[in-house]
């Protein structure tokens, strides 16, 4: 799926807000992206509803879906008789700072069988690190360069990791029957320490006992995983 996910429609600045606050530096964050129609809207530290802006009035790095909840300063600026918000520049923040945020981001990098890896983010710099154990991947897996939303949290040791990470325009991480989403990490760690022939027999016995772990695993494994077909049958 491509694409911001829909969410609460813009609502407009009141006009008194709106005239008072006209010309003058602002701080913000961006709310939304619409990268197909070039334009999107932010949110104000000092003003009520959502403010638009365009491209052509922003910094490349927040043409992309992932940049949202990123901290933005800007100018609010009256065009065609409407406000709306120019210059608009991303403020790059501490990963300590960001923690319990929700913002959107990049891919850097995923490796399955390790289970962990990186996003990226115009909020921050450097890279977050992403562990299958804090997050559900049972039904869609990381890929490099795909726009994700997440939560900046801590991993056990209390440091800054990407939790709750979904696809943009996906709907949230589920869990299929039987826990199907905590099962699947622990047995791609297995899987990734066997023969192909063993892991081929695992495959099988999990498409005969669970379709839903196997359409879990065939998700994150290349391809389906097909129920055996006995002779009586």
Known sequence: PGGAPAGPAPKAIPQEQAEALMGAPLLGKVRKVLPEKSYGFVTGDDFEGDLFFH?????????????????????????????RADHVEPIKCELEEL???????????????KQFGFVVSPAFDGDLFIHASQNDFSSWQPQQGAAVNFQVGRDKQGRPCATGVTAVGAPGPRAGPGKVGQVVPHLLGMLSELSPVDVASTLQV????????????????????????????
Not at 55 to 83: D, I, Y
């Open 206 to 233: 999990a498409a005969q006992t669970s379709p839903a772990l196997a359409a879990a695993l065939g998700s994150v494994s290349g391809g389906p995983v097909k129920r055996p077909v006995h002779r009586w049958q």
């Open 55 to 83: 491209f052509s009035e922003s910094s490349q790095t927040l043409h992309h879906p992932g940049c949202q909840g990123t901290r933005v300063s800007f100018v609010m600026a009256n065009k065609e008789g409407k406000p």
């Open 99 to 113: 923690v319990g945020s929700q913002l959107g981001g990049t891919v850097k990098s995923y490796n399955p069988a």
